[in-house]
């Protein structure tokens, strides 16, 4: 087993189950302490257990300054993070007319100010360690398909990737890089259970690979963006989808 990110502490929000767990999962595998931070504090204690060794779990939600501010300060204890992964997310199934206000308020609070408060607060605690860093945030194909059902979740995700490329302008000098993943759709836990399982068939048609995606392709992807390996490589948006999109 390759120990690439030893030495290395990675955060990674939503990952009690689906794609944030199987991200946790190789990171650790690759060396790296983890962090498994969620909303879902149940969730993140038995995901950590199950990954077992240097897994810990961290109960926040990422959408309330309070909770960021009580992580980042058990995390200092930790000695901070190197590696943070931006992934806890909610993945509605909307119809356009069912899309209000709240929802709008409530998707981009989580999927895009989420993103930019843990990263405010990583990425301060890095440069104040003097340590390099690596953001990476899991967005989704969904901003270049448009994928219907979900025009909130699209428009977070596009500010996701417009974040990641002002993120990396601002923080290169500091030796850290930002990037974005755009998946597509994947068989997660999250997914099993919602209307987006009944869409394989279609994405399927499109990808030009056969086969369902699930978490690993993605977490694969992810800790290569952590390693050494991808030191120059930054505010670029890697999309992991089988070939669905192509940009
Ligand atoms: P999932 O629903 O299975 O897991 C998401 C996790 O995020 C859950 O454990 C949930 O409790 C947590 N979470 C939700 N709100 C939170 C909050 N406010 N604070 C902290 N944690 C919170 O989702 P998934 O399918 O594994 O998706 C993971 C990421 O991948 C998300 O960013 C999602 O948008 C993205 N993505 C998923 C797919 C897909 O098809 N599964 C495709 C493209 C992108
Ligand atoms: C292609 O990010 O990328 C459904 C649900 N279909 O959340 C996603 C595709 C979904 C996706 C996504």
């Known amino acids: 087993m390759s120990e690439r990110l030893s030495g290395r502490t990675a955060l990674v929000t939503g990952s009690a189950q689906g794609i944030g767990k199987a991200i946790a999962k190789r990171l650790a595998a690759d060396g790296a302490t983890v962090v498994?931070?969620?909303?879902?504090?149940?969730?993140?204690?038995?995901?950590?257990?199950s990954i077992g060794g240097k897994a810990r779990a961290i109960a926040a939600d990422v959408s309330d300054p309070a909770s960021v501010k009580a992580l980042f300060s058990e995390l200092e204890t930790l000695g901070g993070v190197d590696i943070l992964v931006n992934n806890a997310s909610i993945v509605p199934f909307v119809a356009w007319d069912d899309v209000d206000l709240d929802h709008w308020r409530k998707i981009i609070d989580v999927n895009l100010t989420g993103t930019f408060l843990v990263t405010r607060a990583a990425t301060d605690q890095m440069r104040a360690a003097k340590k390099p860093g690596r953001v990476i945030n899991i967005s989704s194909n969904?901003?270049?398909?448009?994928?219907?059902?979900?025009?909130?979740?699209?428009?977070?995700?596009g500010g996701v990737i417009g974040f990641t490329r002002a993120l990396a302008t601002e923080l290169g000098k500091y030796n850290i890089t930002a990037n974005a993943v755009t998946?597509?759709?994947?068989?997660?836990?999250?997914?099993?259970?919602?209307?987006?399982?009944?869409?394989?068939?279609?994405?399927?048609?499109?990808?030009?690979?056969?086969?369902?995606?699930?978490?690993?392709?993605?977490a694969d992807v992810v800790a290569f963006l952590a390693s050494d390996d991808a030191r120059w490589i930054t505010g670029q948006t890697l999309n992991v989808d089988a070939g669905m999109v192509r940009h």
């Not at 498994?36 to 257990?49: F, P, V, Y």
């Not at 901003?143 to 977070?156: E, K, R």
């Not at 994947?186 to 690979?209: C, R, T, W, Y």
């Open 142 to 157: 969904t901003f270049f398909a448009g994928t219907p059902n979900m025009a909130a979740y699209v428009a977070a995700k």
């Open 36 to 49: 498994i931070s969620d909303i879902n504090a149940e969730g993140a204690k038995s995901a950590a257990a």
């Open 183 to 218: 998946p597509g759709l994947i068989e997660s836990d999250g997914i099993k259970d919602s209307p987006h399982n009944q869409a394989f068939g279609f994405v399927e048609m499109l990808q030009a690979m056969p086969g369902k995606g699930q978490p690993e392709h993605i």
